[in-house]
Structure formats: structure tokens, C-alpha cells
């Protein structure tokens, strides 16, 4: 051999890729970290339109599968998926990034709301997400149609399994989902009134975080509570005021585009006075890092995994989806939220530190509420909530309605509480502790000595 045909095979050798045991990096979606099903649900039997969705079994049930409450999250938007909630804020494995590591990594979530709970992520309306819209006319440009196509995808989801039939159903969201859950929630109360029980859904509860319900109340908020935190000056108040104002006044004309378009005008005002990084969180120096979940979805491996087709490009949010809802934004469903209150029971939460929709929103329209029993919520304790004996934030409760303020947490509850969050809906669902129907006493809050 001459030495430089040795030169070429030792360069050869050295090109080699090294054996296949010690090459394989680790799977991007380890098999515990799957979900225990996911794929598609039908909306219609007329076309190929179908609801995306995640399901993972409670961890560690207390009773018996066909009874364990099954919830279902929904994301807001208009247009953003569910994944965000699966894989950023309360699914059972979290999208976490190491620096200088280029690949995202899935790590367990002490807060999962699948603990004692079966928990099933919608990719809702179609065309968000994983789901398909066959066109784009298809996609619901009302909360009615919204709800439509959510009952066809729940109703298909219990049928996939006969021990699911007869289990609770909770149907919980964050920030547009403030009109979907109400949404689908009012639909079915009045759908299964209409249908044989075997075809019913077992409704037991909506709980909705830091949402959007009563637009045109709930935009008028954003200059006092500002004002009030110290973010904005008298001056910077009175001009927000007046594009609340236009915002309100669009909304009563039933100029709904154009009532929209100054919704957005007060937001972007807001944030350009006050220059924080997001309105989502007044305390964060950095929007949330949601871009991460888009990173993990997107090689063709993770979507083989959960059974979506390599071809499907994810979007974090949908451009055309926010579009065909975009006169959806300012419609109140209020209206829906009473008939709930009436006939199941409500929880409204929201992150503390959220400028968009948060605790002065939400008490803004709700002390509206035409309901028999708001005088008496109104009137009951907001009660100091406690978790592991440390301070967790209010919770309010009367009858059906409860209202919880999180402490330390922005728009995205789980994500920013984990623990506390998962306290919170596992309580509120079973209906203990500063949940509970009966009044109880302080043994409730936990530890309160001096530390
Ligand atoms: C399970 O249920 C029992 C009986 O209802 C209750 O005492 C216990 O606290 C529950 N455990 C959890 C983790 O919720
Ligand atoms: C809706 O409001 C916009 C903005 O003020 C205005 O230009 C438009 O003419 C209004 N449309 C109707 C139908 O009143
Ligand atoms: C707010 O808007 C004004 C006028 O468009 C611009 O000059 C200013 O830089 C903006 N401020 C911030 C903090 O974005």
C-alpha cells in the first residue's frame, strides 16, 4: 500500500460514521413521555374535516376509570393550539430548552392536571394546529359553529371507549376559550335535553382561566387597572380611556370588525405606554417561550409519533383561523356563562400579573351576571387559599360559581403555578378544601403559624 492510498483509508475510517449504538441519539419523544392516544376525531360525516387531540389517562386514578373525571383543555387565540397547553403549561411532559442545545427536550410536570384526571387537548376550531379544515370555509366564524363541531369531536372521543361513556366531563380553556367553553358547554346542556341519555355527554362543569367572555365590559378595564398598578400616568388613563371607549361604542353599534380593530388598539396602546415585553405578564422580561412547543412538533418523527401526517405544518397560532373568527372577538357569551352557573357549576380563574385578561376583567362582568345567586356570591368571603401551607392566592365561592385569583402567575397559569394550579382544579373538581360545598373551618388552609 502506498502511503497515500494508507492516507485515503485512514481519512476514509476517520469519515466513517461511528457504530450504530453509539450514534442513535435518544428518540426526540421518548414512549413514556407519548400520550396514551392521540389522532383525529370526526366533525362531520360529509367531509374530511377533523378535530386534532392528545388524551392522557389520569396518573394515579382515585376510583374506579369509568367514574375519574375526564377533562378536556381548550387554547385560545382565536386560533391557537392546544399543543400549547399539552406541552408548555399543563400536560404531563413540559417542552423544557438546555442552553447551547440545539434540540427541545420533554421533561415530567409535577403540576399535570392528569394526576387523578383523564385529560384530553383539543386542537379546536379546525384548521388550528394538527387539525385539518378540508376548506377554509368550513371553519366556524361563530361561537355557535364552534360548538357544533366540538360535540360531533367530543361525542366521536367518548365513543372511543365504553368506560368513558359514564365519566364527568369538565371542560376547561384559557383566554379565547373564555367563548369557547361556555360555548360548547351551553350547547350541550341544551342539546342533550333533546337527545336519548345514550347519546348525551356527562357535562359536570366549566372552569375557564384568565378569559375572554364579556368583551365590551372587560375592555373597558385596562386604563383603571393599569392606572391603579402604577404602569400608566392621569394623562396615559384619559387616552386609553378613549379608545376604550371607541372599542365599547363599536361593540354596541354591532360594528363588529371595526369593534375588534380597537380592541386591539387599546392593547397595542397599552403596551406601547407601558414598554413591557408582554402584557401577558407585567413581571417577565421575556415573552413566553411558546415558540419551543412549535420546535419539538416539528420534525417528521414527532408528528409520525402522535399520528399526524409528515405533510401537516404546525403553526403555533392560525392566521386564517384568527381571521375567520375576527368578527367573533367583541360578541359577548355572557349570556351562556348564566345558564351555566344555573345548571352545572363554574370556575373563572385568573394568573394575578396578566394585563389582558385578568382579575379586574373578569370581577367586571361578572358582579353583572344575571343570576339569583350573585348577590350571595358577591357577598361571600373571599377566602385566603393556601397550598402546602404557603399563600397560593383568593379563592370565592358561592353555590356553583367559584372565582380563584392565582398569585405569581400571569396569563398562563400552569405554566407560571404549576402545582398550585393542579391544587386548584383537583379541589375545585372534587370540592375540597377552599372549594368545599359545606363551610368548613380553617383546618382547611393549612398551616398558619409564625415561620
Ligand atoms: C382519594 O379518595 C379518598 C376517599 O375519598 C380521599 O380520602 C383521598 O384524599 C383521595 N386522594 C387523593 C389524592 O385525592
Ligand atoms: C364601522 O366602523 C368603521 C370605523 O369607525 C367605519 O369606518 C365603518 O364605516 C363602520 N361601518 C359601519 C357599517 O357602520
Ligand atoms: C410608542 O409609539 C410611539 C409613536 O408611534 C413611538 O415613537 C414610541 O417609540 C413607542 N414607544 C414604545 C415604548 O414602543
Redesign the pocket.
Known amino acids: 500500500m502506498t502511503s497515500l492510498s494508507l492516507l485515503l483509508l485512514f481519512s476514509l475510517l476517520l469519515h466513517q460514521p461511528p457504530p450504530i449504538s453509539a450514534a442513535k441519539s435518544p428518540p426526540l419523544f421518548p414512549k413514556e413521555s407519548l400520550p396514551t392516544k392521540s389522532g383525529y376525531l370526526p366533525i362531520n360525516p360529509t367531509t374530511n374535516s377533523a378535530i386534532f387531540y392528545t388524551f392522557y389517562e389520569a396518573q394515579k386514578p382515585n376510583s374506579s376509570l369509568s367514574k375519574t373525571p375526564l377533562l378536556i383543555w381548550l387554547q385560545g387565540g382565536p386560533g391557537c393550539s392546544s399543543m400549547m397547553g399539552n406541552f408548555y403549561e399543563l400536560g404531563p411532559w413540559r417542552v423544557s430548552q438546555t442552553p447551547n442545545v440545539e434540540q427541545v427536550a420533554l421533561e415530567p410536570n409535577s403540576g399535570s392536571w392528569n394526576r387523578l384526571f383523564g385529560l384530553l387537548f383539543l386542537d379546536n376550531p379546525i384548521g388550528v394546529g394538527f387539525s385539518i379544515a378540508e376548506t377554509p370555509e368550513e371553519i366556524p366564524r361563530d361561537q355557535d359553529g364552534v360548538a357544533k363541531h366540538l360535540f360531533a369531536a367530543v361525542t366521536a372521543f367518548v365513543g372511543l371507549d365504553p368506560s368513558f361513556k359514564t365519566r364527568p366531563i369538565y371542560i376547561t380553556g384559557e383566554s379565547y376559550a373564555g367563548k369557547y367553553v361556555p360555548a360548547i358547554g351551553y350547547y350541550v346542556l341544551k342539546k342533550n335535553a333533546q337527545l336519548p341519555p345514550s347519546k348525551q355527554l356527562n357535562l359536570a362543569g366549566v372552569a375557564i382561566g384568565n378569559g375572554l367572555t364579556d368583551p365590551a365590559t372587560q375592555v373597558a378595564t385596562h386604563a383603571v387597572n393599569a392606572y391603579f398598578s402604577g404602569l400608566i400616568n392621569d394623562k396615559q388613563k384619559n387616552q386609553l380611556e378613549k379608545l376604550q371607549d371607541e372599542a365599547v361604542e ?1 361593540t354596541r ?1 354591532g ?1 363588529w370588525s ?1 369593534a375588534t380593530d380597537a380592541r386591539n388598539a387599546v392593547l397595542h396602546s397599552l403596551k406601547n405606554m407601558t414598554g413591557l415585553a408582554t402584557l401577558y405578564d407585567f413581571r417577565r422580561l421575556i415573552p413566553y417561550e411558546t415558540s419551543l412547543v412549535t420546535k419539538f412538533l416539528s420534525p417528521p418523527e414527532v408528528k409520525k409519533s402522535l399520528g399526524v401526517s409528515e405533510s401537516m405544518v404546525y403553526e403555533e397560532c392560525s392566521d386564517v383561523v384568527g381571521a375567520a373568527l375576527h368578527e367573533d372577538v367583541m360578541k359577548s357569551v355572557k349570556y351562556m356563562v348564566e345558564f351555566l352557573v344555573k345548571e352545572s357549576k363554574v370556575l373563572l380563574y385568573q394568573g394575578h400579573c396578566d394585563l389582558r385578561d385578568g382579575v379586574v376583567s373578569t370581577e367586571a362582568w361578572v358582579k353583572e351576571m344575571k343570576w339569583e345567586g350573585i348577590e350571595k356570591f358577591m357577598e361571600a368571603e373571599r377566602k385566603v387559599w393556601r397550598v402546602n401551607g404557603l399563600l397560593a392566592g383568593y379563592v370565592q365561592k358561592w353555590g356553583s360559581l367559584s372565582h380563584a385569583v392565582v398569585l405569581g402567575a400571569g396569563h398562563l397559569v400552569p405554566t407560571d403555578q404549576p402545582v398550585n394550579s393542579q391544587a386548584m382544579i383537583e379541589d375545585w373538581v372534587l370540592e375540597r378544601g377552599v372549594f368545599a360545598s359545606e363551610q368548613v373551618g380553617d383546618v382547611c388552609l393549612g398551616f398558619q403559624g409564625e415561620i
Do not use: G
Open positions: 363599536l353599534k360594528n371595526a
